[in-house]
């Protein structure tokens, strides 16, 4: 394990760099900017190291840039339509940060936070800690959240949330990572094979979030119960794929009983590099990064384009707050929020 150095924010905080090894040459690397994933190297079918995350080369582009590379999301992750909700009669009002949409806790966001950590060598991990106050983003409660990022010799990135809050509040927590398993300076996840282990989808209204809908994939270019490329069916007309810009839609899990399960499998056919995405949470949201605008400052000189890399975000339903059949993300006091997901690579061979 090293600590280094990531750069100063623009508050003159000093933010580092936490890097975690294994004996099968993979390594993770962290910073305490946002709780975020920085870079996750693996080896490729050759043996040859590929680091399958797109991210920054210090926190000032972190700071400056959108897109939530890597970040750590709460207190509600995903959209609030309206942004705002009630809860036990109280009205909360939260920042409309997308359209009249509250997206990932709003111009606040646990993405742009330097968060307490702590190092542990023997268990190969990083917990960072951040307490969330009273009214923080416009959610009601304090709330004392930690976030442990663990390397395993099995080649696995797990993350566990765990927060307690001192009022009933909504929490939603996931990760924000873009994956590009043929490198991150590869360009494009089109050529990327994917299966995801779910039957039904929710329906996006105009401004990408639920209508309250869910709907059956069979059929339908949302349909990945069998494995598909994600640019086979992208630009297709489909209404929701135009709606969205490709794919950047909340699937219904199957097997949904809290218990860690598998949730997807993507394959980059140039490196042969396999990722299991394992889940106990009842949704993901599948995101093609639709709306990557030349951010720069990336690592290796890289700028990232539209579609350079995609997201799976482990997650309860968006806007779930207006919705009583969805699951509920409304965790009471004193109650202990957790979850976990674990993202897991091997090589195939040709």
């Known amino acids: 394990m090293t600590i280094q150095p990531f750069g100063t924010t623009q508050n003159g905080e000093n933010a580092v760099k936490i890097t975690l090894t294994n004996t099968r040459g993979t390594s993770l690397a962290v910073t305490d900017f946002g709780a975020t994933v920085v870079s996750l190297i693996v080896p490729d079918r050759d043996g040859h190291p590929t680091d399958v995350l797109l991210g920054y080369d210090s926190v000032s582009s972190y700071e400056t840039n959108g897109g939530f590379l890597g970040a750590a999301i709460g207190r ?25 949409q509250c997206l990932h806790g709003g111009f606040n966001g646990y993405d742009k936070r330097l968060w307490d ?40 990135l797990r993350i566990r949330y765990c927060a307690v809050p001192d009022q009933d509040t909504p929490i939603n927590m996931t990760n924000h990572s873009y994956f590009n398993l043929n490198g991150h300076t590869d360009g494009s996840c089109l050529d990327h094979e994917a299966v995801i282990y779910a039957g039904f989808m929710t329906e996006s209204r105009e401004g990408v979030y639920p209508n309250g809908n869910i709907l059956s994939v069979r059929d339908t270019p949302f349909d990945f119960t069998v494995p598909h490329t994600f640019g086979e069916r992208i630009d297709g007309d489909h209404p929701q794929l ?49 709306f990557i605008d030349d951010f720069g400052g990336g690592k290796d000189g890289m700028v990232y384009k539209k579609r350079s890399g995609f997201c799976m975000e482990t997650q309860f339903f968006p806007d779930a707050v207006h919705y009583t059949h969805f699951p509920s993300i409304i965790c009471k006091k004193g109650q202990v929020y957790e979850s976990e997901t674990v993202y897991r690579f091997t090589a195939e061979r040709k």
């Open 242 to 290: 135009v709606l969205a810009g490709g794919y950047d839609h909340n699937y219904v899990l199957n097997d949904y009983y809290g218990q860690l399960r598998p949730a997807a499998k993507v394959r980059g056919p140039k490196t042969g590099i396999v990722m299991e995405v394992l889940t106990d949470a009842p949704g993901m949201q599948l995101y093609t990064g639709n």
């Open 117 to 156: 950590y702590t190092a542990d060598e023997k268990a190969n991990s990083v917990i960072f800690s951040l307490v969330s106050p009273h009214m923080d983003q416009g959610f009601p409660g304090q709330v004392m959240i930690t976030v442990t990022y663990t390397l395993t010799e099995d080649n696995e």
């Open 76 to 100: 509600v992750g995903n959209r609030i339509a309206g942004a705002s909700f009630s809860l036990n009669g109280v009205d909360y009002t939260l920042d409309a940060n997308d359209g009249p």
